[in-house]
């Protein structure tokens, strides 16, 4: 089974605040996550990613959190857009299958 | 191209019907998935090809779904007999070697009548 799961199933934000969007892993060896956006009607689009030797790691607007000791990863979109509404998912790479382990992913709905 | 590409990006088909689903991968890239995504639901894996062998395809639902790969890059999925619980959105992914960030097509939404 996945061992990638989401905390929060639906997250409503107001326009130009910040979103966090949660995820917790079970594989303490887990190494390498990603974390992917997934529009309406579209594939799901990388974000961004973070090794497990970083704790922190910033791109365009977002910034990955990685707490390696409680098995916790999230996603903070900073001044959220009405382009951000999505569905997001956290995966890892499920090595013994080579292949990537998604969560069930989080709705975010931008509230104009 | 300089995306993964998958066609057709709709498809109704009749109960019983075969479907084939078509993916063509990122140039390079030696690793190739297919995902399964009803609605409102997550990634259901269904089968990895690393080049033109696919040694995991532990996730394809029974015996009514194939795939293959030819010349280490384009994929087709074939479900054969269709069936209504078969309606869902078939995502293709690509990435340089397995376990690394994976590229995705915008998938064929299947829907059986």
């Known amino acids: 089974g996945e061992s990638v799961g989401l905390h929060l199933p639906t997250l409503s934000v107001q326009e130009g605040d910040n979103s966090i969007i949660n995820c917790a892993y079970s594989n303490s060896a887990s190494d390498y996550f990603i974390w992917y956006k997934q529009e309406s009607g579209k594939g799901p689009q990388f974000i961004i990613d973070i090794r497990s030797n970083m704790d922190k790691r910033q791109g365009q607007r977002v910034t990955v959190l990685l707490n390696k000791t409680v098995k916790h990863l999230s996603l903070q979109i900073a001044a959220t857009q009405p382009g951000d509404s999505a569905v997001y998912f956290c995966a890892e790479p499920s090595y013994g299958n080579n292949r990537l382990a998604f969560g069930k992913g989080n709705q975010v709905v931008v509230i104009p | 191209g300089a995306g993964v590409s998958q066609s057709p990006s709709n498809k109704v088909t009749e109960k019983g019907k075969d479907v084939e689903l078509r993916c063509d991968p990122i140039?390079?890239?030696?690793?190739l998935y297919w995902y399964r995504q009803s609605l409102g639901q997550g990634l259901e894996f269904l089968i990895y090809f690393q080049g033109n062998s696919a040694p995991d395809k532990s996730g394809l639902p029974s015996d009514r779904f194939s795939a293959e790969r030819t010349g280490g890059s384009v994929s087709t999925l074939t479900i054969q007999r269709t069936q209504q619980e078969d309606s869902a959105v078939y995502l293709c992914?690509?990435?340089?070697?397995?376990?690394?960030?994976?590229?995705f097509g915008q998938g064929t939404r299947l829907t059986v009548v």
């Open positions: 992914a690509s990435s340089v070697r397995p376990n690394t960030e994976a590229f």
């Open positions: 140039s390079g890239h030696t690793a």
